[in-house]
């Protein structure tokens, strides 16, 4: 295959012209590629990390909600939820 490649490239007509062209569009095609390598490794760096907050955002809240399971088990259901306790403080949003 690579033969049938170099006897065609042999029958074409290339200056040096021509090959320094060809050698910019490679050496042009090489920085865009290093770029966009670049750039995927800096969004998934960034994406880990996102990914990272948003899990530590699930386990805190299931930790309140656990914490507030277990204070109206003890306390019969009469304690509030937290989220609860700051509406009534005016430091939380009502949904």
Known sequence: ???AIRDLLAKLDFDDQDDKDLLEKIQALRNELVKTFMRNTSVENQLKALEHK?????????????IDRKKKKKKGGEVRSCHDM??????????
């Open 1 to 3: 295959m690579y033969q």
């Open 54 to 66: 948003i899990s530590l955002l699930i386990q805190h809240r299931a930790s309140i909600h656990e």
């Open 86 to 95: 700051m509406v009534l403080q005016g430091t939380g949003s009502a949904d």
